[in-house]
């Protein structure tokens, strides 16, 4: 069955239609760009050059030296959105796979066991769902300070609470429907049963939960990163760049404009491509 779903992907991504072949290309390249950042990057992300501070970019009576110009310190910023792009989708990347894992497994357990785990799973789904994340991140960062290890885990706890409460009814749903049972009463375990029966007929939605969270991760950390409470200097990421750059948004626009496009560009290709492999995974579709 998975051969077949993958074979079918494969096949279909030839066919894809082309704004989603073009948000398939973006994503590699992103993924390009983060793994070989240190090649990338003309110069290291930090280094000063106040003699030239604030170059246009090249095609803007720039020099060929900094394609994109140069900031208000005089670092370049092509360097600088490259290794910016590498934290970004990390920080996204390792936070969707901690929300998801929370989701998934809380889900899994109020779907068992019912009664009390059911109610208790519920409760602190709602509680999440009440009060705005960005409340609950700023006032922990203001508690307890900032490292890139602690803010990896915040955000891991973002959206948690959609994946958990989709985990559950589909879960539920699939024991319903009979398959579930079938397995289990040949001998499988309860976790064989959720994890590798179960699990494989709803990945498809799950697959379009986390394609929500992953772009709101990083709206999330680009808007706490505007706000001076996200990344920390010297490290730099793209919403560290559209925070610094909006000083200068009139006399440098680019040192802003090159780090929202790239966000604009990456979340709505997650978005696109996401919703696309939804449809080619989906069992009741193919």
């Given at each position: 069955m998975t051969n077949?779903?993958?074979?079918?992907?494969?096949t279909a991504l030839a066919?894809?239609?082309v704004?989603?072949?073009c948000?398939?290309?973006?994503?590699?390249?992103m993924?390009f760009?983060a793994?070989?950042?240190?090649?990338l990057s003309?110069y290291?992300y930090?280094a000063?050059d106040l003699?030239?501070?604030l170059?246009p970019?090249?095609g803007?009576d720039g020099?060929?030296?900094?394609l994109l110009?140069?900031?208000?310190l005089?670092?370049?910023?092509l360097?600088?959105l490259v290794t910016?792009?590498r934290m970004s989708?990390?920080?996204?990347f390792?936070?969707?796979l901690?929300?998801?894992?929370?989701g998934l497994?809380?889900?899994?357990?109020?779907a068992r066991f019912?009664?009390?785990t059911?109610?208790?799973?519920?409760?602190?789904?709602?509680?999440?769902?009440?009060?705005?994340?960005m409340l609950i991140a700023l006032?922990?960062?203001?508690?307890?300070?900032?490292?890139l290890?602690?803010?990896?885990?915040?955000?891991?706890?973002?959206?948690?609470e959609?994946?958990?409460?989709i985990?559950r009814?589909?879960a539920?749903s699939?024991?319903?429907?009979g398959y579930a049972?079938?397995?289990?009463?040949l001998?499988a375990?309860?976790?064989?049963?959720?994890?590798?029966h179960?699990l494989?007929n709803i990945?498809?939605?799950l697959?379009?939960s986390m394609?929500?969270?992953f772009?709101e991760?990083?709206?999330?950390?680009?808007g706490l990163s505007?706000?001076?409470?996200?990344v920390?200097?010297?490290?730099?990421?793209?919403?560290?760049?559209?925070?610094y750059?909006?000083e200068?948004?009139?006399?440098a626009?680019?040192?802003?404009l090159?780090?929202?496009?790239?966000?604009?560009l990456t979340t709505?290709?997650?978005?696109l491509?996401?919703?696309?492999?939804?449809d080619?995974?989906?069992?009741?579709?193919?």
């Open positions: 077949r779903r993958l074979s079918s992907m494969l066919q894809c239609p704004i989603v072949l948000g398939w290309i973006w994503l590699i390249i993924l760009v793994l070989f950042a240190e090649s003309p290291g930090t000063l003699s030239a501070r170059k970019p090249v803007f020099q060929a030296n900094h110009g140069t900031d208000e005089g670092r370049d910023v360097s600088r910016s792009i989708l990390l920080i996204a390792a936070s969707t901690i929300s998801a894992s929370i497994t809380l889900g899994f357990l109020a019912r009664g009390w059911e109610q208790a799973v519920m409760v602190a789904i709602d509680f999440q769902a009440s009060i705005p994340f006032a922990v960062l203001a508690f307890f300070g900032n490292t290890v602690l803010f990896i885990c915040l955000m891991g706890c973002h959206g948690w959609r994946t958990a409460r985990t009814s589909l539920i699939a024991v319903e429907q049972n079938a397995v289990q009463a001998g375990s309860t976790w064989r049963v959720y994890f590798r179960i494989p990945a498809s939605t697959i379009v394609t929500l969270t772009p991760v990083i709206l999330l950390e680009s505007f706000l001076g409470l996200g920390q200097p010297p490290l730099t990421s793209l919403g560290n760049m559209v925070g750059g909006r200068y948004l009139q006399s626009p680019w040192i802003l090159a780090p929202a496009t790239i966000i604009v709505l290709s997650i978005s491509v996401g919703d696309w492999v939804r080619k995974l989906d069992p009741t579709l193919l």
